[in-house]
């Protein structure tokens, strides 16, 4: 799972790609149909890993600097602000696949969180029904 959430890869399948860009999260995944916002909200949880990640390295950044370096508070403040900024905008892509596949450990997908992936040679997927039936 964490080679998967390092890779930015589906953490069901390992894959395919969640984002079509730079932020844009795709609703499934192309290779397994997997359904990454599981239900709404779902993602709410990213944010206390993005916020704790953030913390932790900053505060372990901090006291590691302070001991090396002879800065004060100030100083120190208005060297981490950049980062303090930046990193979680970063990060904010791989605490959605942390938390997803924190997730997926806990609570394994069920078939019906699944849409059925379109084939590349006919581009047929489920139909209006949603049985899987390829559409014609």
């Known amino acids: 799972m964490a080679w998967r959430v390092l890779r930015l890869r589906c953490p069901a399948c390992g894959i395919g790609r969640p984002y079509s860009g730079l ?3 795709r609703p499934h995944c192309r290779h397994c149909g997997f359904r ?3 239900e709404p909200g779902y ?3 990213a944010i206390y890993v993005n916020y704790g990640v953030t ?3 900053s505060l ?3 006291f590691a600097i302070e001991r090396l370096f002879d ?3 100030e100083q120190q403040i208005v060297a981490w602000l950049p980062f303090l900024v930046l990193f979680p905008f970063w ?3 791989y605490a959605r696949l942390v938390w997803s596949a924190a997730d997926l450990l806990v ?3 069920r078939p019906d969180e699944f849409a059925t992936p379109a084939t590349p040679q006919t581009g047929a997927g489920p139909d209006s029904r949603g049985n899987g039936a390829a559409r014609r």
């Open 23 to 25: 932020t844009g999260m």
């Open 36 to 38: 990454f916002e599981r």
């Open 43 to 45: 993602f709410l949880g």
């Open 55 to 57: 913390a932790g390295a």
């Open 60 to 62: 372990a950044a901090y």
């Open 71 to 73: 800065l004060d508070p």
């Open 91 to 93: 990060f904010f892509r």
């Open 107 to 109: 609570d394994p997908p």
